[in-house]
């Protein structure tokens, strides 16, 4: 089962299974597997949005390819790309302020 969001991810990784011997290769391997995860379920969620839109008449698959986002909304992907980054990252992070 997986983490809730907030957790704390230093201690849902002491709570997995090692798998390697190095401990770093390991906390890379989770953050590979929770990425993954996240993928999965965000393509078959979009796939779902882009079929019932279909369905209704009301987007073609050609407009989803050739849509350009406004200013705005570019900005608005940064700022989500670099949130998930950052919490993609915490992992890490967390580790750093831990021994550092």
């Given amino acids: 089962m997986a983490e809730k969001l ?10 997995q299974p090692a798998f390697f011997d190095d401990p770093a290769v390991d906390r890379l391997m989770h953050m590979f597997l929770a990425l993954a995860e996240e993928v999965a379920v965000t393509s078959e969620r979009l796939d779902t949005h882009e079929k019932i839109l279909a369905a209704k008449g009301l987007i073609t698959a050609d407009e989803f390819a050739t849509y350009e986002p ?5 900005g608005q992907r940064v700022a989500n790309h ?3 980054v950052a919490r993609l990252l915490d ?9 550092g």
Wanted: hydrophobic letters at 35%.
């Fill in 6 to 15: 907030g957790g704390d991810p230093i201690a849902a990784f002491e709570r």
């Fill in 70 to 74: 406004s200013p705005e909304e570019r």
């Fill in 91 to 99: 992992v890490i992070q967390q580790e750093i302020n831990k021994s």
């Fill in 82 to 84: 670099k949130a998930f």
